[in-house]
């Protein structure tokens, strides 16, 4: 007998996305709207410390409402893109040159900043916006948190190298997400490009171009010479014109985070993408267990705003704390009753650790010649340190298990390298490095230090070193 999970969620008066990424955790990608069997729900009602009949919490949480908006309220809304590949093929400067063609850039004061998604606006007055966090990382980790905010994928591929791992699981995450992709075949100003043996190549994965009589669009491009952007750009309108994106936008606000940091001179500032509604400054919000009011909502030419609708992205400022990124903003009625929230989810978090930890997966099953490997992790944005815990925890099998110390947000400190000595693990910085303090530490302790900034490398490495520990992994 199988179940919907967003029906077990239900029946559970648990979030869907908390079960999506429980499900993750299992090394199972599923989506909410995906079957499991009766075993794993089992598993999962286990997991969560309760039984079935647990009646909704919805009274109380209220992201456990699931409250759709009548037809007749909904309004076309911008697509989100996410631009993926293999590391080297053009995602970064496809995104800068998409980037430059919008047709409002150079508006009195504006400068771009990244803040990790933005918007263009194109001839015909459309508007795109784009994830302007690269990589796979991002969009898997949202996804395994619930959070399908990825409307179409650029898949990057380029014309003088070919399909390679990386390709291969974009196109994996896409299909998986059920989001369309558009072939951009980039780098063709290069003597040796040759897109036809992309195209040729793409068959073997089940990516059919129009030409070759399937339904994917692809186009010619060079990030490098600005040659084939139009195209692009035209061709993510036809597939979003297709889709038919819809959102209501005069109601509260409900948004994604997807980027999140302290910043020296504001706090904890997020970026988030609504999905619905329009956030306004003033609002009270929710974000995951953190809590809020908008002081000021900053968009990405770096421009204060008053509001932000459907499909745009913009910085929050006025938090309580650094949000994950996947989690979910919600607009709530009051200050109290956002605090209320906040508090019942963070209570709701503590309980289910400590609930989780006798019946974890590894005990479950008595494994007791696991071999742990330890490290503690720190990076620049919260995104990246889940990123990476993930794809740490991607690593693990039956013989051996990454364990991670420590995972935060910020430079290396005195503490950190204290953990790690403790338990002989070392320390991975991305993006950051250790402070002057934590430095004498780590040459007295003999902490090792691995510092990356491509997850990708990051996880070559380790597993190379899990092979020297203990033979092929599975
Ligand atoms: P990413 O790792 O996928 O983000 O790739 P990057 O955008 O960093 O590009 C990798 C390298 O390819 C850089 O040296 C770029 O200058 C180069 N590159 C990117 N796009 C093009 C292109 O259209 N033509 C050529 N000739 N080089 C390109």
Redesign the pocket.
């Known amino acids: 007998e199988a179940i919907t999970v967003g029906e077990l969620a239900k029946r559970m008066g648990e979030k869907g996305a908390d079960l999506v990424k429980e499900l993750f955790n299992l090394d199972m990608m599923v989506t909410v709207n995906q079957t499991i069997d009766q075993d794993t729900a089992e598993l999962l009602v286990e997991q969560f410390g309760h039984n079935i009949q647990k009646v909704s919490e919805s009274d109380v949480d209220i992201s456990a409402e699931e409250d759709v908006d009548p037809e007749e309220t909904l309004q076309p809304r911008p697509p989100v893109v996410a631009v993926m590949?293999?590391?080297?093929?053009?995602?970064?400067?496809?995104l800068d040159a998409l980037r430059k063609t919008n047709v409002t850039r150079g508006e009195a004061g504006g400068i771009t900043q990244h803040i990790g998604a933005y918007q263009v606006t194109t001839k015909d007055k459309s508007k795109i916006t784009f994830l302007d966090t690269?990589g796979h990382a991002a969009f898997s980790e949202m996804r395994a948190r619930g959070a399908n905010v990825t409307d179409i994928v650029v898949l990057?591929v380029a014309a003088d190298d070919g399909i390679m791992p990386q390709t291969i699981e974009a196109i994996n995450h896409a299909k998986a997400a059920d989001v369309p992709i558009i072939v951009a075949i980039?780098?063709?100003?290069?003597p040796e490009a040759n897109p036809q043996n992309i195209r040729n190549r793409l068959l073997e994965h089940e990516v059919i171009v129009e030409e070759m009589s399937g339904d994917v669009q692809d186009v010619e491009?060079?990030?490098?010479?600005g040659t084939g952007l139009e195209d692009l750009i035209e061709k993510i309108n036809l597939q979003a014109e297709l889709m038919e994106l819809k959102a209501r936008p005069d109601r509260d606000a409900e948004a994604t985070v997807v980027e999140a940091q302290l910043d020296k001179g504001r706090g904890p500032v997020a970026t988030v993408l609504i999905n619905r509604g329009t956030l306004k400054r003033g609002d009270t919000f929710v974000v995951g267990t953190q809590s809020g009011k908008v002081r000021a909502l900053i968009n990405d030419q770096g421009k204060q705003v008053k509001e932000a609708g459907p499909s745009v992205p913009v910085e929050v400022l006025g938090l309580s704390g650094v949000p994950s990124a996947g989690d979910m903003l919600t607009v709530v009625e009051n200050e109290q009753r956002a605090r209320e929230v906040a508090q019942y989810r963070q209570e709701k978090a503590t309980e289910k650790r400590t609930a989780l930890a006798p019946t974890s997966f590894d005990t479950m099953f008595n494994k007791s010649n696991v071999t742990e490997w330890p490290v503690v992790v720190k990076a620049d944005v919260q995104g990246s340190v889940e990123a990476i815990t993930s794809a740490l925890h991607n690593l693990s099998n039956d013989d051996i298990k990454v364990r991670v110390l420590h995972a935060g947000v910020g430079a290396i400190t005195e503490t950190d390298v204290q953990l790690a000595a403790g338990s002989k693990a070392p320390i991975i910085g991305f993006n950051v490095r250790p402070n002057a303090k934590a430095r004498e530490l780590v040459k007295r302790d003999g902490v090792r230090m691995m510092y990356h900034d491509v997850i990708y490398h990051l996880t070559d490495e380790i597993t190379g070193e899990l092979l020297g520990v203990l033979g092929p992994l599975k």
């Open positions: 590949g293999h590391v080297d093929h053009g995602k970064t400067s496809l690269p990057v980039n780098k063709i100003d290069k491009v060079s990030a490098k010479e």
